[in-house]
């Protein structure tokens, strides 16, 4: 089935886009409670879902991400809502939607689709023909809502990237993916930046655009863009880190981002290569704000180095990935020795 490209339509425009901020974070702060599951407030509370959306476009946001990431049936039989997949998918991209097409301006509609929290055969008990039964049964949702793109997002097993991606294109929407590069500077299922770019080979469709999102730090997914883009330059490739770096304060989570760090964030994510950039956890309407500011008035610019980043954003939370990164920095310098 062939799909529409909203993202390079809109790249050919505009040269790089920046997606919204966090959806947890800013839903917390307009009266989430913990425990609580944000998909439910589509039907509940559709009201706070537009101020959500709403204020990222007055940001500045050219993507906004649908209210949707626990959507499948896996994460919604948690709360009893696993009968209730399409509705509460169709009604996130239906919010996200009426605000886009009142933006005065083009505005993506994404399809947040987030990983099921199931492990895979052999590892777990979900086959895999079952996974994509179940992100088809979400993005289907989505499609009917107003999504022009499935978003999938924070996924950590390469088999279930596939999986997902199998889902849209069998829905007929076209899809992106990230990962969240977590774990000694791999995901949770050990897949490393530079890997990303194969995790679809072989479908009838490629991705929009790939890259990572999530993680541990602003740093330390910075050091994964340099990597992704080192792999493939021409490839379209999408960052959305966290704001700074998380911290407990007592039994909260806090993020050290402030505005000015995530302005510089961006100015570093476009200089390494990124298409597509925005905010992850922490990230506010403040600060993607500063973030469209930054990305407005920037020229791209040399090409960082990990201590650059370090330098200017702050020290990787992963002293693996930190070393992994170098190693594989010195591996590319006697590549490029090679070649002259």
Same mark, same amino acid.
């Not at 774990?183 to 995901?187: I, Q």
């Given at each position: 089935m062939t799909t529409t490209n909203p993202i390079d339509a809109l790249l050919a425009e505009k040269g790089v886009l +920046? *997606?919204?901020g966090a959806t947890g974070t800013n839903l917390f702060a307009m009266g989430l409670e913990a425990g609580e599951a944000p998909e439910l407030l589509n039907e509940t509370a559709p009201d706070t879902i537009t101020s959500l959306h709403q204020n990222f476009v007055d940001a500045g946001a050219? !993507? !906004?991400l649908t209210n949707s990431f626990g959507g499948t049936r896996h994460r919604l039989k948690l709360h009893h809502a696993q009968d209730r997949v399409h509705a509460l998918n169709k009604r996130a991209a239906e919010i996200a939607r009426a605000v886009a097409d009142k933006a005065g301006r083009k505005v993506i509609v994404a399809g947040s689709v987030g990983p099921t929290g199931e492990l895979l055969v052999p590892l777990g008990a979900m086959t895999y023909d079952e996974a994509i039964e179940?992100? *088809?049964e979400q993005i289907e949702g989505l499609k009917e809502g107003g999504a022009e793109v499935a978003w999938i997002e924070t996924m950590s097993a390469p088999d279930e990237i596939r999986a997902a991606a199998e889902a849209a294109i069998r829905?007929? +929407?076209?899809y992106t993916y990230t990962g969240s590069f977590d =774990?000694?500077?791999? =995901?949770m299922m050990g897949l490393l930046p530079r890997d990303i770019h194969g995790v679809v080979d072989g479908l009838s469709q490629n991705p929009l655009g790939v890259g990572a999102n999530c993680g541990v730090g602003a740093s330390d997914i910075l050091a994964s863009l340099l990597d992704m883009t080192e792999a493939k330059p021409e490839a379209t490739i999408i960052v959305k880190g966290n704001c700074g770096i998380p911290e407990f304060r007592g039994t909260e989570i806090h993020y050290?981002?402030?505005p000015e760090l995530m302005a510089d964030y961006v100015r570093l994510a476009v200089d390494a290569g990124a298409r597509i950039v925005g905010g992850c956890c922490g990230t506010s309407f403040q600060h993607l704000a500063a973030m469209r500011k930054a990305l407005d008035a920037h020229t791209k610019s040399e090409r960082p180095t990990v201590e650059t980043i370090v330098g200017r954003i702050g020290p990787m939370r992963n002293k693996v990935a930190t070393e992994n990164t170098a190693e594989t920095s010195e591996a590319r310098r006697e590549r490029r020795r090679s070649r002259a």
């Open positions: +920046l *997606a919204d050219d !993507i !906004i179940a992100f *088809a829905v007929g +929407l076209p =774990t000694a500077g791999r =995901t050290s981002g402030t």
